[in-house]
């Protein structure tokens, strides 16, 4: 790993001259005079004076060299239709919807609130939102009208852009009655809302405030709109985090530095050349599907793949079947994903025509190795499991084929990635830890182009949520829990606040998960700790097993869960043996696929389960309540 050390090092020891080369990747309307202002720190600036625009970069760039190449691959399950747009296509769409979006009195520095499933119209209007300098805030289709509404008032949009309806397993699901009552119920709602009309669920318009999409698209077809030419550091989009951890924080995100960010990670990380296809499956309302769905292969000049359905619909072989249609180069996925696809057959995985696919990326959760393993084996490709948050907008810790093809270790997500100086540190002192030493996971700033430049509306939050946990040191920190061994391999171990303290020993839960999971009988878990009076805290575990039916009776399950309980010792060690490990249908996650362990703690240890609005099923849940029920 000679060459990712060495550009990894140069990346920190020569900054700017790094990033003045990588800034080339990307068209400047302006020159930028300074490639980093870091005059008020943890504030980065970065490519002063520099004007741009992502949607230039992303979309206009690659329509005047090759407009037939495909840019957009919109796939849907759901309701059965796929549609190619070129990149003259998209071009062109997103035109005429920045002409809409002036229609309707959006200009530069406003925000337009995207509340839509994933079609096509989504990435659309998020391009001609940066055409025009409008900020855009995706809220992910599947939340309720609560959170909805606590974004609305957060961003106080001036426009709403929604649909009639999204659909999941089939079954169109009514976005607009959701829409109707977070306008109802939040204090700043906008003028005008733009919606969609799929024709999937009708729905009553308001008179004055309603506006139909399809209606307002043929008036402007064919428009030309010029693009906002934005100083580099001017806001692009603001976009909440998955509120695992409770209140989601605004990440406001910059112009220059992330267009650049992105179109580097695209080949370096991602292993991507202009014309390539792409695809991630998550949606456009999470980081990823802001990075890699939309932003980060059209800056690159690559084709995206975007997927309205499940991975398991009309079969678990879907993916691999539009890897092979669309001789797709790379999938980006999660963990959750290939968790459900290990409990149906393996088969599946070798049904299509993979020779296309370079890799499989994984993100969002800690990949147990079993997993990685698994799937590695069923697809013959290499897995590349990569460690980054909303708040950085592109991968921490990963493998780089596009710098230097490395071994990857499973259960590892590599190396740290160029521009970010990652340490592992001490929770108490904030001091620099050394190899296989466990503690918290922290940047040394300023964090590089991309990263969020600061929380919507309130800097003064962002200085004290990221950067003061440490006295006397400033770091970046969103406290995760990790080590790096001696080959320079990194480890993430969880939640700082996930960690448990068992008789004086710190163990991080995804280490037991990890040795829970490697039961052949089990396909995913979860492990917290619980208040003991005894020992302080006990580890408990929560496993889903891949045919349920192996559990049998109480006697079968008794020995099941010694059998695994034995298994944990063996690999970690006594301390790690948890006190129970429960067996339940399915694990409470947020909608981003995340487990929920601060509301299995809560009701392990009798408490009320706190903020449950980001949870995926309820269902989950009340499993766990029923199987702590004897509560021996
Ligand atoms: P919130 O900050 O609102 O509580 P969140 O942290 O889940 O929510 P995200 O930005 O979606 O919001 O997720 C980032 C977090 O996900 C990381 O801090 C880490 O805990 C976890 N994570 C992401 N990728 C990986 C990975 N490859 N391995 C382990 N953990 C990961
Ligand atoms: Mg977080």
């Known amino acids: 790993m000679q060459k990712i050390r060495a550009f990894h090092r140069q990346s920190i020891e020569h900054r700017e001259e790094f990033w003045r080369r990588e800034a080339q990747r990307i068209h400047w309307h302006e020159p930028f005079t300074e490639v980093l202002d870091y005059s008020r720190p943890p504030f980065a600036r970065w490519y002063v004076g520099g004007r741009t625009n992502l949607c230039y970069n992303a979309v206009d760039r690659w329509a005047q060299i090759d407009p037939d190449l495909p840019a957009l691959i919109w796939v849907s399950t759901e309701v059965d239709k796929e ?63 609560h959170n909805l509404a606590q974004r ?151 084709a995206t793949v ?29 963990p959750t994903a290939i968790r459900v696809l290990k409990k149906l057959d393996p088969g599946l995985l070798k049904r299509h025509d993979l020779s296309s696919l370079q890799a499989l990326y994984l993100a969002g959760e800690p990949l147990d190795d079993t997993t990685a393993n698994w799937i590695s084996e069923g697809l013959g490709k290499p897995i590349i499991d990569n460690y980054w948050q909303t708040e950085t907008g592109w991968p921490i810790l990963s493998a780089q084929p596009g710098v230097e093809d490395v071994p990857t270790k499973f259960g590892s997500p590599s190396f740290p990635v160029y521009g970010f100086d990652v340490r592992v540190v001490s929770e108490t002192t904030g001091e620099d830890l050394g190899p296989g030493q466990k503690g918290v996971v922290a940047v040394q700033p300023p964090l590089p182009p991309g990263a969020m430049s600061t929380i919507w509306g309130d800097d003064e939050r962002f200085v004290r949520t990221y950067f003061t946990s440490f006295p006397g040191r400033m770091l970046y920190s969103t406290f995760d829990w990790g080590l790096y061994d001696q080959d320079g391999y990194w480890f993430i171990l969880g939640r700082t606040d996930d960690v448990i303290n068992v008789a004086g020993h710190r163990l991080g839960t995804r280490e037991i998960e990890e040795s829970l999971n490697s039961h052949p009988a ?84 009798g408490r009320d ?12 849940l009340e499993q766990i309540k029923e199987s702590i029920k004897d509560n021996a």
């Open 152 to 302: 609305i008032d957060d961003a106080q949009p001036k426009l709403v852009v929604s649909a009639d309806a999204g659909s999941r397993s089939g079954k169109a699901v009514a976005y607009k009655p959701l829409l109707d009552q977070a306008l109802a119920s939040c204090a700043h709602p906008p003028a005008k809302v733009l919606l969609v009309d799929r024709g999937l669920v009708p729905f009553d318009a308001v008179a004055g405030r309603d506006v139909d999409y399809a209606t307002l698209r043929a008036r402007h077809d064919g428009a030309q709109e010029p693009v906002e030419w934005l100083e580099s550091s001017e806001p692009s989009y603001v976009l909440y985090t998955s509120g695992t951890t409770g209140n989601p924080k605004g990440v406001q995100r910059d112009t220059g530095g992330y267009a650049v960010a992105l179109a580097a990670s695209m080949d370096y990380v991602f292993g991507g050349k202009p014309g390539d296809v792409y695809m991630s499956t998550s949606d456009i309302g999470w980081v990823v599907g802001h990075s890699y769905i939309v932003y980060g292969p059209l800056l690159n000049g690559q």
């Open 83 to 145: 549609a190619v747009y070129s990149r003259a296509d998209l071009a062109r769409e997103v035109n005429a919807v920045a002409a809409m979006l002036r229609g309707l009195g959006v200009g530069k520095g406003d925000r337009v609130l995207i509340y839509l499933p994933m079609i096509a119209e989504a990435a659309f209007v998020m391009l001609a939102c940066v055409r025009i300098g409008a900020i855009h805030s995706v809220v992910f289709g599947g939340f309720a009208s």
């Open 609 to 620: 389960p706190g903020d449950l609005t980001t949870i995926e099923d309820p269902g989950a």
């Open 522 to 605: 089990v396909a995913e878990s979860a492990v917290v700790g619980v208040a003991d009076t005894l020992k302080g805290q006990v580890a408990v575990g929560f496993a889903v097993l891949k045919d349920p039916a192996a559990l049998g009776d109480a006697q079968r399950a008794l020995e099941l869960e010694n059998d695994i309980k034995r298994v944990i010792e063996q690999r970690i060690g006594a301390v790690a043996r948890p006190a129970r490990v429960r067996f339940v249908g399915a694990l409470p996650k947020t909608r981003s696929g995340k487990v929920l362990r601060r509301a299995i703690v809560a009701l392990c240890e």
């Open 306 to 334: 975007m997927y309205e359905g499940l991975p398991t619909r009309p079969d678990g072989a879907i993916l691999w079947k539009l890897v092979e249609k669309y001789r797709i180069n790379a999938v980006f996925s999660a």
